[in-house]
């Protein structure tokens, strides 16, 4: 793989470890970060750009204008959520909760960020704006109902397993109808297809879940009810694909990524759980795949 030298694998390391700590120890690590001053609570996360550091040195495309964005980001951040959570003890949304999901959200979707990291490396900005928004929710916001934890559920695979089904049948034929998908067959491995589903849950699925559903959704339903979440939700995580594999807006990939969302939804909210959630779409990319 392109670039991918020891000093990428460390920063990859460094990256996963907040992800990893907060999907193992949300509530000890929230607690944790409660009890430190709170110049300490919001200037930490200055600590995250130390992975573009690294890597862009090693690399000899250190800018320090990318540095500053790296470095500043997660702070700006941390200090309007330290604000939303003063102001919104409740927890029913802020405007400034809206605003980092905005800025989060269109800086993955187009992409502002990436030609600071080498290519082939590019996934490493997605998982620092992940750690920025981790960290930022749950260690500073604090926000309940997130669902967002690594210690494995039957009733994950269960709920996640059943929108599956529910989701593949009329999907696969609205698909085909559209001529956005193409049958085809595309067989690993054992070995290698698992690999393959395990990389899509954690490097797809969970930070897209952990976005729409335990963030954007669960939002959401404090303003406008269950329902009408899991719509504006889906409709979101829908339009979020409007550019991908197309040079244009891709209706065919919004429509079937709107619907798409609604079975992910609803797999998150039964239980509250990114990984039910997580599962469903991890089946469903990994399906995809393989067959179309």
């Known amino acids: 793989m392109q670039n991918v030298t020891p000093v990428a694998v460390a920063a990859l ?21 409660e009890r430190w001053p709170v110049p300490v609570r919001t200037g930490i ?24 964005l790296c470095a500043l980001m997660p702070v700006a951040i941390a200090l309007l959520l330290t604000r939303a959570a003063r102001a919104d003890p409740e927890q029913r949304g802020d405007w400034r909760d809206a605003l980092i999901l905005l800025v989060l959200g269109l800086a993955v979707d187009l992409r502002w960020f990436e030609s600071a990291w080498p290519s082939g490396l ?27 934890n690594f210690h494995p559920k039957w009733s994950d695979w269960k709920t996640g397993l059943r929108e599956l089904i529910f989701f593949t049948p009329p999907v696969i034929v ?28 954690f490097f797809t699925a969970v930070p897209e879940e952990l976005f729409f559903r335990a963030w954007v959704q669960n939002l959401l339903e404090r303003r406008v009810g269950r329902r009408a979440a899991l719509v504006i939700a889906s409709v979101l995580f829908g339009l979020s694909h409007f550019n991908k594999r197309s040079a244009h807006f891709n209706w065919r990939y919004v429509l079937l ?33 393989l067959w179309f």
């Open 174 to 201: 609205l698909g085909l109808a559209l001529g956005f998908i193409h049958p085809h067959r595309n067989l690993p491995g054992v070995g290698s297809a698992l690999l393959r589903w395990g990389l899509i849950f």
């Open 45 to 68: 996360p200055v600590l995250l750009a130390v992975p573009y550091l690294m890597v862009s040195i090693s690399q000899h495309m250190f800018r320090w204008g990318w540095f500053a």
């Open 13 to 33: 390391v460094l990256e996963l470890a907040p992800a990893v700590a907060f999907g193992c120890a949300t509530e000890r690590v929230g607690r944790a970060v």
């Open 257 to 289: 990524a709107t619907i798409a969302g609604i079975f992910y939804g609803r797999a998150w909210r039964e239980h509250r759980r990114v990984a039910a959630s997580t599962i469903t779409h991890a089946s469903v990319d990994w399906i995809w795949g």
């Open 122 to 148: 590019r996934a490493l900005n997605e998982l620092l704006l992940v750690d920025a928004g981790l960290y930022g929710f749950l260690a500073i916001r604090r926000l309940s109902g997130t669902g967002f």
